[in-house]
């Protein structure tokens, strides 16, 4: 069985902490249980969690959707956002994870990426040293979530075409986003053998396209 890969890189920087962090896990595992109700996406999604703070952690490795089970993300009282080592450790990741076609065997569909982000990289030259990376594993959507007022769309723009923005990090807002994110991945799911990058789904109306 050829597995669709989703990557989700979350910022649990010391801006998230308290409410927005609850509310990030909330969202989080209405995502999960509304994907578990999609067989396709039993049969074909694997995922991986990677959170980036002061610190970056694989919280996840790359799991089955079968076997997945979310942890409780939770984040420092204060700290940087070191996103570029955040793609750092996704870069190595995917590099590892992801299987290649050989000529007896067909490899992983393309892989998904999720970034969410309330603030603005920390260590903003190794962010923009690592986007050409990133932009050659060959991902079929580079999805990233800038959320508040303190989050930089500009810059994430460096990083993908498909920005989104939240006005805030409250509860109903991170569902809405999930929700869509949900969606997003069982397009994926379909567009799979197709060649083509994802056609994203419209987005509610508490996410921003940022053009």
């Given at each position: ?22 509310a990030l896990n909330n969202a989080l595992s209405g ?5 578990r109700s999609d067989p396709q996406a039993l ?169």
């Amino acid at each position: 069985m050829r597995r669709l890969p989703v990557y989700f890189l979350l910022d649990t920087s010391g801006s998230m902490y308290g409410e927005p962090i609850e509310a990030l896990n909330n969202a989080l595992s209405g995502m999960f249980n509304t994907l578990r109700s999609d067989p396709q996406a039993l049969d074909s999604l694997w995922v991986s969690i990677i959170t980036f703070d002061r610190e970056v952690k694989e919280i996840v490795p790359l799991t089955e959707l079968v076997n997945f089970q979310l942890p409780a993300i939770v984040c420092p009282q204060s700290g940087p956002t070191h996103t570029g080592l955040g793609l750092e450790m996704l870069h190595q990741k995917v590099k590892q994870d992801v299987r290649k076609g050989t000529e007896s065997q067909k490899g992983d569909w393309k892989p998904l990426l999720f970034l969410f982000t309330d603030g603005k990289p920390s260590d903003i030259q190794l962010y923009r040293e690592m986007i050409p990376k990133i932009k050659n594993l060959g991902f079929g959507a580079i999805v990233a979530c800038a959320a508040g007022h303190l989050a930089d769309d500009s810059i994430l723009k460096e990083l993908s075409t498909t920005v989104v923005h939240l006005d805030t990090c409250d509860s109903s807002t991170l569902k809405s986003f999930f929700r869509w994110v949900s969606d997003t991945i069982e397009q994926g799911n379909k567009s799979q053998g197709t060649g083509e990058s994802v056609e994203l789904p419209p987005p509610p109306e508490e996410v921003i396209m940022v053009i």
